[in-house]
């Protein structure tokens, strides 16, 4: 069990962002993190990532406890973010973002070596013809490959991938799950928020499913997709999920 | 100094911050409405100065309507500088609209030095004094205090009272928003300037009917401007108000008990303790 | 950053030792006050663009540590007959000192904050040594003349404080460079960029900063030191002079942030237009009219300053200037 999220509880003031979510992460797997917008998943990945502290409750990564740890010092421990809104360092070089983020991880690479793992991570994201533009010149798509490309050049052992194939067309999401699929074959375990449905069927070992900050479902895709529960957190009416389950049948 | 001093210097400096607060405003409003600290503050302050001073020893005007000249002024002149050196970088990181409203800086500090020299000026005007029991009120500071309070009120009036205030402060508030509402926000952001730099020409205006000056006064009460701003939490005109009394006041105590010229330093390590301990201020900053 | 086909700095390096040389060989000794002059300005704007530049933080009041380095050193040679050497590196030490003790509160504050905490800091200091008997007050401090006999006479001291600025400016344009190509130059830009994704990578933004600042005081420290010791006066009003401070930064601006080319560009071109201008005292004042004028045409339509206009315009060059 590479990560444990035990009841963690964020909260903005009056607002409960998290509540009392609680769940497991094995190693090599890769989950779903899945419900409605508003549901608290960003904020559970703040949580873990050190960019806000949980009001309570305990996250546990690698059997030590992080929680309420600095960003940095998650980072260090090997954890890698890819933010949904993305964020490149728009006056830096393609390649000195992924550089960035290559160099001081886990492995904290001297600037040579890490400028090595860039130049392969680019190649495997079809990034390496844009290596010497300027990251703020990409479009949107190029963006989104670029911020999974800085969080993979870290080579974590855990990745939280925040919404990486919104707005993607369908050979760029194959792409990128096929990325996924292989970070599984080499032991990186991935944490996936994402909306596309059939992107989470197809590639997570495991779904867990926030509504409201607390966590209403856990289990195979299968099996959490058909759990009415779920399907009423989307539709929001029990009715429509039960027309719904209905007529899947 | 004894205490004995203290009251009638607490009640100047009480007066000459109202002085220095309108000034600040002004600051602080351009501030609040486009996140630009302009830095051609001072010099506009000490333009306000010139304006009545040549207005006075070249053509007699009375230094309270050569006052009514330069608040006129000021509005042009603030307009001019915003479509000048910052709508085309309105957007761009603050360096760069610092640097840009430093180079007005430059410039005007550079054109006034040309023509009036650094000889100091001073306008010459008596109101007599009023006051009792050791007491006493000079008249050009009552009548400064005056209109300082009557320009600060008609910053509120136009603020809370009229179309284009709620513009203002729409466009302050959300720029993006504000021009969703049809507001053109430009011409928003011009008048902003322009009454910020109306003010600071203004208070100056005042303060040459208070002290001498030469082109290069601006830069004391300018830094005076930015302590009061942080006192009182960027972006807030009526913090500036309160800022500028406390401070004026704080100036007036302080010199009965330490050494004059020590009273710059307290006043920076004041601003400095603000902006580490509370940077919005001892009322909330606007934004 | 990376890969350089062309060996950048000792070219630069090279350059910079012929043109100090210049006024050695020639024996002119205008040209050389002008270069001693144009190399102190290198060094200001190169250690400012390490803070300003690379990291993002934009440092207003500067040369509060050209003035403490100034004062420092003035204070050892004259009371304790120090070396000016010695002097110049024992004053440079606590001025860094105190970069680091102011360094860690303020470089919490972002943006303008920041920029405003450091003309605070500036004038606080300037009003405290104006009140400063042990370091001459409001007059100062003068070294009677017989203080450069130890060095042979005015003349070789003059020379030597040239010397000195010459290696100062020449250090501090290798460091700006070795910081540049390095990891921690990287961790800087990354900062200015983004602090926050900065740190999900694993910076840790607050030590990096604090770093740099430190860095970026030392050089205008020694600098101070040797401007001081070589006019043989140090008052508060000429140590702490804002307008000098942002000087270097309208100079960095000038020849753009970010690269190592940019502020010796800046420097160079700044000095060469106020020494154009400075001919007659009625074009003083109207030097820095266009001063402003020159400033304002580089913030508005040359953003990037000049180096940085050049790298943009011809990518080839990017790997030739840096």
Request: proline share 4%; aromatic share 8%.
């Given at each position: 069990m590479i990560l444990q999220v035990d009841a963690v509880t964020v909260r903005f003031g009056g607002l409960v962002a998290c509540d009392a979510a609680t769940f497991a992460v094995e190693e090599g797997e890769i989950l779903g993190l899945i419900g409605p917008n508003g549901a608290g998943k960003t904020t559970l990945f703040n949580a873990i990532n050190g960019v806000h502290r949980p009001r309570s409750g305990r996250i546990v990564f690698r059997r030590e406890e992080i929680t309420g740890l600095r960003p940095f010092q998650v980072a260090r421990r090997g954890v890698a973010r890819a933010y949904q809104v993305v964020r490149p360092l728009n006056d830096l070089s393609v390649i000195a973002n992924v550089t960035v983020g290559a160099c001081f991880g886990r492995e904290n690479l001297s600037l040579r070596a890490a400028r090595t793992v860039a130049e392969e991570v680019l190649a495997s994201l079809g990034l390496a013809d844009k290596a010497e533009v300027a990251a703020g010149k990409l479009n949107v798509a190029q963006k989104k490959r670029l911020e999974l490309g800085r969080a993979l050049a870290a080579r974590p052992a855990l990745l939280l991938a925040d919404e990486v194939l919104a707005g993607l067309n369908p050979q760029e999401v194959s792409a990128m799950l096929a990325v996924f699929r292989s970070l599984r074959e080499r032991g990186v375990t991935v944490i996936m928020i994402e909306h596309l449905m059939h992107a989470v069927m197809n590639v997570c070992d495991r779904v867990v499913v926030l509504d409201y900050g607390k966590k209403i479902a856990e289990g195979s895709p299968q099996v959490v997709s058909s759990d009415p529960k779920v399907v009423e957190a989307y539709l929001g009416d029990p009715k429509a999920a039960q027309r719904f389950l209905e007529e899947a049948t | 100094m004894s205490v004995d001093a203290l009251v009638p210097s607490a009640i100047d400096g009480l007066m000459l911050g109202f002085v220095y607060g309108l000034a600040a405003m002004g600051l602080t409003l351009i501030f609040g409405v486009m996140r630009v600290i302009n830095l051609s503050h001072g010099p506009v302050i000490a333009l306000g100065m010139f304006v009545v001073y040549v207005l006075f020893t070249g053509a007699g005007v009375n230094p309270y309507l050569g006052l009514i000249a330069a608040a006129g002024l000021g509005i042009l002149f603030g307009v001019a500088i915003y479509f000048v050196a910052v709508d085309r970088i309105i957007n761009a990181p603050e360096l760069t609209t610092l640097l840009a409203t430093y180079s007005v800086n430059l410039m005007i500090v550079g054109v006034a030095t040309s023509v009036f020299t650094t000889t100091p000026r001073a306008v010459d005007i008596s109101l007599g004094s009023v006051g009792g029991s050791g007491v006493t009120i000079l008249g050009t500071h009552a009548v400064a205090v005056a209109i300082a309070i009557a320009g600060a009120a008609l910053l509120y009036a136009i603020l809370f009272r009229t179309r284009i205030g709620k513009s203002i402060r729409a466009v302050a508030n959300n720029r993006a928003a504000a021009e969703l509402m049809g507001i053109d926000s430009r011409r928003v952001l011009a008048l902003s300037f322009g009454i910020g730099t109306s003010l600071a020409m203004t208070s100056g205006a005042l303060l040459s009917t208070l002290f001498s000056f030469t082109p290069l006064s601006g830069a004391t009460y300018e830094v005076k401007s930015f302590v009061i701003v942080v006192l009182g939490g960027l972006g807030n005109p009526t913090g500036a108000l309160v800022g500028g009394i406390v401070l004026g006041l704080l100036e007036g105590v302080s010199t009965v008990f330490i050494p004059v010229s020590w009273v710059p330093v307290l006043e920076y390590v004041i601003f400095i303790a603000i902006l580490l301990v509370?940077?919005?201020?001892l009322l909330g900053a606007r934004a | 950053m990376i890969r350089v086909r062309a060996p950048f700095l000792p070219a630069l390096l090279v350059v910079l030792a012929i043109v100090a040389a210049l006024p050695l060989a020639v024996n002119n000794n205008s040209l050389r006050e002008e270069l001693f002059l144009m190399f102190m300005l290198i060094t200001l704007a190169s250690s400012i663009n390490i803070i300003m530049g690379y990291t993002g933080y934009v440092s207003f009041g500067h040369i509060v540590f050209f003035g403490l380095g100034g004062y420092f050193a003035f204070y050892l040679m004259q009371n304790f007959n120090a070396h000016f050497l010695v002097a110049a590196l024992a004053g440079a030490i606590p001025a860094s000192a105190i970069a680091l003790v102011i360094g860690v509160p303020i470089l919490r504050l972002r943006g303008a904050y920041f920029a405003l905490a450091t003309i605070g800091i500036n004038e606080a200091m300037r009003t405290a040594i104006n009140n400063f008997e042990p370091f001459g007050g409001a007059v100062g401090m003068f070294f009677n003349f017989s203080v450069y006999d130890t060095y042979g006479g005015a003349r070789n001291a003059a020379l030597l404080a040239y010397g000195v600025m010459v290696v100062v400016a020449l250090a501090t344009v290798t460091t700006s460079y070795l910081i540049r190509r390095s990891k921690f130059g990287l961790s800087l830009m990354a900062i200015r960029e983004d602090q926050d994704v900065a740190m999900v990578v694993g910076i840790d933004p607050a030590r990096a900063k604090v770093v740099a600042y430190v860095i970026s005081s030392f050089f205008p420290a020694l600098a101070g030191a040797t401007f001081f010791f070589k006019n043989g006066i140090i008052e508060p009003g000429v140590a702490f002079d804002l307008l000098r401070s942002i000087e270097s930064l309208v100079m960095c601006v000038l020849g753009g942030t970010g690269t190592v080319a940019g502020p010796i560009v800046g420097a160079a071109l700044y000095e060469w237009l106020r020494g154009f201008l400075i001919t007659t005292p009625a074009l003083a004042n109207f030097q820095l009219f266009l001063a402003g004028l020159l400033l304002l045409v580089v913030v508005l339509f040359v953003t990037a300053g000049l180096v940085g206009w050049l790298r943009n315009r011809y990518p080839v060059l990017r790997a030739y200037i840096q």
């Amino acid at each position: 069990m590479i990560l444990q999220v035990d009841a963690v509880t964020v909260r903005f003031g009056g607002l409960v962002a998290c509540d009392a979510a609680t769940f497991a992460v094995e190693e090599g797997e890769i989950l779903g993190l899945i419900g409605p917008n508003g549901a608290g998943k960003t904020t559970l990945f703040n949580a873990i990532n050190g960019v806000h502290r949980p009001r309570s409750g305990r996250i546990v990564f690698r059997r030590e406890e992080i929680t309420g740890l600095r960003p940095f010092q998650v980072a260090r421990r090997g954890v890698a973010r890819a933010y949904q809104v993305v964020r490149p360092l728009n006056d830096l070089s393609v390649i000195a973002n992924v550089t960035v983020g290559a160099c001081f991880g886990r492995e904290n690479l001297s600037l040579r070596a890490a400028r090595t793992v860039a130049e392969e991570v680019l190649a495997s994201l079809g990034l390496a013809d844009k290596a010497e533009v300027a990251a703020g010149k990409l479009n949107v798509a190029q963006k989104k490959r670029l911020e999974l490309g800085r969080a993979l050049a870290a080579r974590p052992a855990l990745l939280l991938a925040d919404e990486v194939l919104a707005g993607l067309n369908p050979q760029e999401v194959s792409a990128m799950l096929a990325v996924f699929r292989s970070l599984r074959e080499r032991g990186v375990t991935v944490i996936m928020i994402e909306h596309l449905m059939h992107a989470v069927m197809n590639v997570c070992d495991r779904v867990v499913v926030l509504d409201y900050g607390k966590k209403i479902a856990e289990g195979s895709p299968q099996v959490v997709s058909s759990d009415p529960k779920v399907v009423e957190a989307y539709l929001g009416d029990p009715k429509a999920a039960q027309r719904f389950l209905e007529e899947a049948t | 100094m004894s205490v004995d001093a203290l009251v009638p210097s607490a009640i100047d400096g009480l007066m000459l911050g109202f002085v220095y607060g309108l000034a600040a405003m002004g600051l602080t409003l351009i501030f609040g409405v486009m996140r630009v600290i302009n830095l051609s503050h001072g010099p506009v302050i000490a333009l306000g100065m010139f304006v009545v001073y040549v207005l006075f020893t070249g053509a007699g005007v009375n230094p309270y309507l050569g006052l009514i000249a330069a608040a006129g002024l000021g509005i042009l002149f603030g307009v001019a500088i915003y479509f000048v050196a910052v709508d085309r970088i309105i957007n761009a990181p603050e360096l760069t609209t610092l640097l840009a409203t430093y180079s007005v800086n430059l410039m005007i500090v550079g054109v006034a030095t040309s023509v009036f020299t650094t000889t100091p000026r001073a306008v010459d005007i008596s109101l007599g004094s009023v006051g009792g029991s050791g007491v006493t009120i000079l008249g050009t500071h009552a009548v400064a205090v005056a209109i300082a309070i009557a320009g600060a009120a008609l910053l509120y009036a136009i603020l809370f009272r009229t179309r284009i205030g709620k513009s203002i402060r729409a466009v302050a508030n959300n720029r993006a928003a504000a021009e969703l509402m049809g507001i053109d926000s430009r011409r928003v952001l011009a008048l902003s300037f322009g009454i910020g730099t109306s003010l600071a020409m203004t208070s100056g205006a005042l303060l040459s009917t208070l002290f001498s000056f030469t082109p290069l006064s601006g830069a004391t009460y300018e830094v005076k401007s930015f302590v009061i701003v942080v006192l009182g939490g960027l972006g807030n005109p009526t913090g500036a108000l309160v800022g500028g009394i406390v401070l004026g006041l704080l100036e007036g105590v302080s010199t009965v008990f330490i050494p004059v010229s020590w009273v710059p330093v307290l006043e920076y390590v004041i601003f400095i303790a603000i902006l580490l301990v509370r940077p919005t201020g001892l009322l909330g900053a606007r934004a | 950053m990376i890969r350089v086909r062309a060996p950048f700095l000792p070219a630069l390096l090279v350059v910079l030792a012929i043109v100090a040389a210049l006024p050695l060989a020639v024996n002119n000794n205008s040209l050389r006050e002008e270069l001693f002059l144009m190399f102190m300005l290198i060094t200001l704007a190169s250690s400012i663009n390490i803070i300003m530049g690379y990291t993002g933080y934009v440092s207003f009041g500067h040369i509060v540590f050209f003035g403490l380095g100034g004062y420092f050193a003035f204070y050892l040679m004259q009371n304790f007959n120090a070396h000016f050497l010695v002097a110049a590196l024992a004053g440079a030490i606590p001025a860094s000192a105190i970069a680091l003790v102011i360094g860690v509160p303020i470089l919490r504050l972002r943006g303008a904050y920041f920029a405003l905490a450091t003309i605070g800091i500036n004038e606080a200091m300037r009003t405290a040594i104006n009140n400063f008997e042990p370091f001459g007050g409001a007059v100062g401090m003068f070294f009677n003349f017989s203080v450069y006999d130890t060095y042979g006479g005015a003349r070789n001291a003059a020379l030597l404080a040239y010397g000195v600025m010459v290696v100062v400016a020449l250090a501090t344009v290798t460091t700006s460079y070795l910081i540049r190509r390095s990891k921690f130059g990287l961790s800087l830009m990354a900062i200015r960029e983004d602090q926050d994704v900065a740190m999900v990578v694993g910076i840790d933004p607050a030590r990096a900063k604090v770093v740099a600042y430190v860095i970026s005081s030392f050089f205008p420290a020694l600098a101070g030191a040797t401007f001081f010791f070589k006019n043989g006066i140090i008052e508060p009003g000429v140590a702490f002079d804002l307008l000098r401070s942002i000087e270097s930064l309208v100079m960095c601006v000038l020849g753009g942030t970010g690269t190592v080319a940019g502020p010796i560009v800046g420097a160079a071109l700044y000095e060469w237009l106020r020494g154009f201008l400075i001919t007659t005292p009625a074009l003083a004042n109207f030097q820095l009219f266009l001063a402003g004028l020159l400033l304002l045409v580089v913030v508005l339509f040359v953003t990037a300053g000049l180096v940085g206009w050049l790298r943009n315009r011809y990518p080839v060059l990017r790997a030739y200037i840096q």
